[in-house]
């Protein structure tokens, strides 16, 4: 059974381990011994201290904090859980998710956004800034905070790419929205957020 540590930094002002970083850990993690096709990340919970990643379901389900299917280079189906661990976070880096929405064109009747140029920032971190900034113009007057509960990535871009397009395509009463998200018109899977 394969297990492994991460370590993180809070982003900007969070007080818990951002969606973003644990993707963008995943796959630096798995680069070199898994098919970066098919991967779904689906989020149970928040982590407030490090986590680590095993083959092993955890007995008590309150200690999951993600879940992450893809597939090995033999074609196997494999399932890591997140797991929270007695580490604390003591590091912190900014991350002003504004600049990314700044190089967006935003189309509410279409319910889409699109961001054209290089942000700077990584493939996850543009999915999830755009689908937070279309989801607060979309909805300005419900109360909450929408979290990234799910990322379903048919084919992995290792580097960011552009046009990238996000088309809301369902609301299910907030608990749950699904936007499809597109690369030159070719869909690369599927981001879900919630608002609590």
């Known amino acids: 059974m394969k297990e492994y540590n991460l370590e993180f930094c809070f982003?900007?002002?969070?007080?818990?381990?951002?969606?973003?970083?644990?993707?963008?850990?995943?796959?630096?993690?798995?680069e070199g011994e898994m098919k970066l096709q098919n991967f779904d990340l689906s989020f149970h919970g928040i982590a407030k201290r490090n986590i680590i990643i095993t083959e092993e379901k955890p007995r008590d389900e309150k200690t999951l904090k993600f879940l992450c299917k893809l597939i090995d280079k033999n074609d196997s189906?494999?399932?890591?859980?997140?797991?929270?661990?007695?580490?604390?976070?003591?590091?912190?880096?900014?991350?002003?998710?504004?600049?990314?929405?700044?190089?967006?064109?935003?189309?509410?009747?279409?319910?889409?956004?699109?961001?054209?140029?290089?942000?700077?920032?990584?493939?996850?971190?543009?999915?999830?800034?755009?689908?937070?900034?279309?989801?607060?113009?979309?909805?300005?007057?419900?109360?909450?905070?929408?979290?990234?509960?799910?990322?379903?990535?048919?084919?992995?871009?290792?580097?960011?790419?552009?046009?990238?397009?996000?088309?809301?395509?369902s609301n299910f009463n907030f608990k749950l929205t699904k936007t499809e998200i597109f690369h030159n018109d070719k869909s690369l899977g599927f981001i879900y957020f919630s608002l609590v």
């Open 11 to 30: 982003k900007g002002n969070r007080t818990y381990v951002h969606g973003t970083d644990i993707y963008n850990n995943l796959i630096k993690l798995f």
């Open 77 to 169: 189906k494999k399932i890591f859980y997140g797991i929270e661990n007695s580490n604390i976070i003591e590091c912190r880096y900014a991350y002003p998710e504004e600049d990314i929405c700044k190089l967006s064109i935003l189309d509410l009747k279409q319910q889409e956004i699109v961001l054209t140029e290089n942000s700077g920032y990584s493939f996850v971190e543009n999915c999830v800034a755009l689908n937070k900034f279309l989801l607060e113009n979309l909805f300005p007057d419900v109360n909450g905070k929408w979290y990234f509960t799910r990322f379903q990535i048919k084919d992995i871009p290792i580097e960011s790419c552009y046009p990238l397009k996000l088309i809301l395509k």
